[in-house]
């Protein structure tokens, strides 16, 4: 099964989409780890010892192509502008607060 999925990181509430091309229910993306590392590490230890990540299954297709799960995860990082470096951990495509 074909998926994207929303990742959201505890306490920083800060999101990262995804896709996934197997369905696997332990893959949790690759965002850029260094910039997840960095908002931890504004936090307080304790904090930082206790978080959460919660993954949610946005959209799904049993038989799509990969083109089309590459166009779905771009449709869906610019719905909940996870590429807005306020808001999530995508880095691509380049957010553009004019469109």
Known sequence: MKQIYKITYHPTGKIYIGKDSVGSHRYFGSPDMETVNDDFAKLPDDV??????????????????????????VEF?????????????NRWPKFNENT
């Open 48 to 73: 930082r010892k206790d978080y959460t990540i919660r993954k949610q299954i946005l959209w799904e297709s049993p038989d799509c192509e990969e083109s089309e799960l590459s166009s779905k995860e």
């Open 77 to 89: 990082i610019r719905k909940y502008q996870s590429n807005n470096p306020k808001i999530g951990y």
